[in-house]
């Protein structure tokens, strides 16, 4: 009976892992199966660590809210790891009045929704971080966001929900799921099968094929996403940071280093060898924009950079819930690289989803099968 199980995840990143944990918790029988030999091998190991609300799509803030309210601030705690979490706002910066209106948009349909977002100056904004460039003139700021260590928060899922029982398989790579009396029941890969009541694909891009096994498509494409960290500076600000264009983002870590993200715009010309590798331009060009915001880290030494494929969906919010064409099928996929921080949220919701059939945040906007044809 060791590949049976209540519930199958395919997926051990920490949408995988931290529904395995509350799944778990409940007593219910899981096997998480990763594809790789190591859990969080994906984007999971591989963003900025965000735990923001602001600039997201109106159709995902609920259920990060949600998160950010009531599951996040005690995260550490309940895990038993350090997640590094800090919500000490985020700013995105702009520095003209094109900028200003991509971040007057945001914000306003955030606030339509509850979300504490404002509009400040170039003079507030220094305020609040005076290490900010006179060429900022304008952000959005949104004290309840922030930023933790995706390492650590992932490791935590994946050790608590080992805790409660839940087996982690890695090296296991799921090729095609199968149904018995139009459910589902068995999932197929390279070596073994395994069997559930429930099935949750949660495999990042792989959960396309995966889910055209049975005959569902969630639209989503590959996007590189390239981020550095350097050496451990003197301490200078708690806040997350983005901008206008996402031309980068980041944080100041709680040792010190920083880790940014961003784009040289190349990423068509990136090849995808099956190893995430980035490209020599995109450290410069990130570190280009970060010293025309930041003339103080012109000198901070970078230690090394990652790169990583980013599930982007069509219309760029995630695909989360159940599949009903298929009773006993759930999908959480397509997060277009916001998946860190709406993770335990995400988790926990589908958890009580596949026990109870509800959930206390509305996922209706997120269903996979918006993107069918209306007839």
Known sequence: MRNCAETVIIGGGIIGCATAYYLAKQGVSVIVLEGSDHIGNGGSSRNGGGVRQSGRDVRELPLVMYGIKNLWPHLSEELEVDCEYHQDGNLRLGKNEKHREILTKLADNARKVGLDVRMIDGDEVRQINPYLSREVTVA?????????????????????????????????????LRTVKGKIRQVITENNVYEGENVL??????????????????????SLLEALVT?????????????????????????????FGGSSGLEPFNKDNGTPVT??????????????????????????????WMDKSADGVPALGRVDEIPGLYVACAFNGHGFGIAPAAGEQL????VTGETDVDLTELRYDRFKAKI
């Open 351 to 354: 958890a009580k989803l596949i």
């Open 140 to 176: 959005s700021w949104c004290p309840t966001d922030g930023h933790a260590n995706p390492l650590t928060t992932t490791l935590g899922f994946y050790k608590m929900a080992r805790r409660f029982g839940a087996h982690f398989i890695s090296g296991e790579k799921v090729t095609e």
């Open 279 to 308: 490209s020599s331009k995109t450290a410069p060009c990130i570190c280009r924009g970060i010293m025309k915001y930041f003339p103080d880290l012109a000198d901070a030494r970078i230690v090394r950079t990652w790169g990583g």
């Open 201 to 222: 694909v949660a495999a990042g891009l792989d959960s396309r094929p995966i889910l055209t096994s049975v005959g569902i498509d969630v639209p989503m494409s590959s």
């Open 231 to 259: 050496e451990a500076e003197p301490h200078m600000f708690d806040q997350m940071l983005g901008t206008a264009e996402a031309d980068f983002y980041g944080h100041q870590t709680k040792h010190g280093s920083f880790v």
